[in-house]
């Protein structure tokens, strides 16, 4: 593959990061057609039930007037092979009659899954698969993580002080870190399939866990891990926008009456300790289409996901200051040995504002 291929994938893949916060459930998709005069056309996956990338370029063609005939398109993810709610990408690109398409990775999707590269290969178009490909597959972290292991791309977000309090012993925690810090951390948020804390949180904090500081065309449903239920129906979580989940280990009618009639959701996950299925909600959670799921919890919630090894990457944001006795943020253990501490590798380190935010994960995932 040329200079020029690179270039052509590199440019679809800053039009998917474009379509990050849109286009969940479905896969940020970046789509560049170049006609054979030079012209490049690109276009990214739409919101949910409208096009694809590959449809929403060729539209593009069509309504500048130009054929798409001979053309190379670049395409972040293997073309759809399969009527979902939208048609088949791959027949939309062979009936266009481009005469080359390079694909980074293929679609895990078990309807895809190297079909669409078949369909092209069948009809003589030239297909190319590979070019940036972790990086393809890194922008939709989630969705593989969905289609793969069925269960959501697990994203903890921790915001603490340099020496790892969350808050003062008494609850105190607003605020911390930095406004410059806060908004990133809503840019997270954002992308997220889906936010989730703990009733000890919402009892304590009362968070919206909504998306404010930053603009999105997609408020993500928020998800209340609350064992016996107690989640008051003035909650501000229960109040608009978006849809509210709230998991319970017992379906207690008495308790669950109120918060169904605020329009939320109840559903019933419990574990042999009376407790929710953590691993069995992920499951639940990626069966409607959840591909990242933002954790935004307490010290107990946290450490009961990182007990079962369900964290896949630590967002951490650490403030330059210092709180001395405090809340913790994870509460799991004590470990009887280090070698059963759990290892994690730095991803990336920046400076956000005058914090500090550190992005890790466990190795291999
Ligand atoms: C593509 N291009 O831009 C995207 C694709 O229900 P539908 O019709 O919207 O199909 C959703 C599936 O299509 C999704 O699960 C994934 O396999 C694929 N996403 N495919 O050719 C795109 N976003
Ligand atoms: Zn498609």
Request: charged letters at 25%; a neutral charge; aromatic letters at 4%.
């Amino acid at each position: 593959m040329s200079e020029s291929d690179v270039a052509g994938m590199r440019q679809a893949l800053g039009e998917a990061r474009n379509a990050q916060l849109l286009c969940p459930p479905n896969p940020a998709v970046g789509c560049v057609l170049v006609l054979p005069d030079g012209v490049r056309i690109a276009a990214h996956t739409r919101a949910v039930g409208q096009a694809h990338a590959e449809a929403a370029a060729l539209e593009i063609a069509r309504e500048m007037g130009r054929s798409p005939e001979g053309a190379t398109a670049y395409v972040t993810l293997e073309p759809c092979s399969h009527h979902g709610r939208t048609p088949p990408c791959a027949d939309a690109l062979v009936a266009a009659r481009v005469a080359r398409v390079v694909v980074a990775v293929a679609d895990p999707n078990p309807l895809v899954a190297g079909r669409g590269i078949e369909r092209l290969r069948a009809a003589g178009i030239q297909v190319d698969v590979g070019l940036l490909a972790d990086e393809a597959r890194e922008l939709n972290l989630g969705f593989f993580s969905r289609m793969v292991r069925r269960r959501p791309w697990v994203r903890m977000k921790i915001a603490a002080s340099l020496d790892g309090r969350t808050a003062l012993d008494d609850g105190t925690s607003q605020w911390i870190t930095s406004p410059e810090a806060r908004a990133d951390g809503h840019q997270w948020r954002a992308r997220a399939g889906a936010l989730l804390t703990g009733i000890g949180t919402v009892l304590e904090d009362d968070p919206r866990l909504d998306v404010r500081e930053v603009e999105t065309p997609r408020q993500p449903l928020r998800v209340v891990v609350d064992s016996r239920l107690q989640t008051p129906a003035s909650a501000r979580i229960l109040q608009p926008p978006g849809d509210v989940l709230v998991y319970a280990a017992s379906e207690e009618t008495a308790r669950a009456g109120p918060l169904r009639a605020t329009g939320a959701e109840v559903a019933c996950l419990p574990n042999p300790h009376g407790k929710v299925d953590l691993l069995a909600m992920l499951n639940d959670l990626a069966a409607r289409g959840v591909n990242e799921l933002h954790v935004e919890a307490g010290h107990k919630l946290n450490g009961s996901f990182v007990r079962e090894d369900l964290v896949d990457e630590y967002l951490v944001y650490l403030a330059p200051r210092l709180l001395g006795r405090g809340r913790d943020m994870l509460d799991f253990g004590p470990l009887v040995a280090l070698r059963d501490a759990p290892q994690l590798e730095f991803l990336e380190i920046e400076r956000i504002g005058p914090d500090l935010r550190i992005r890790a994960r466990p190795p291999g995932r």
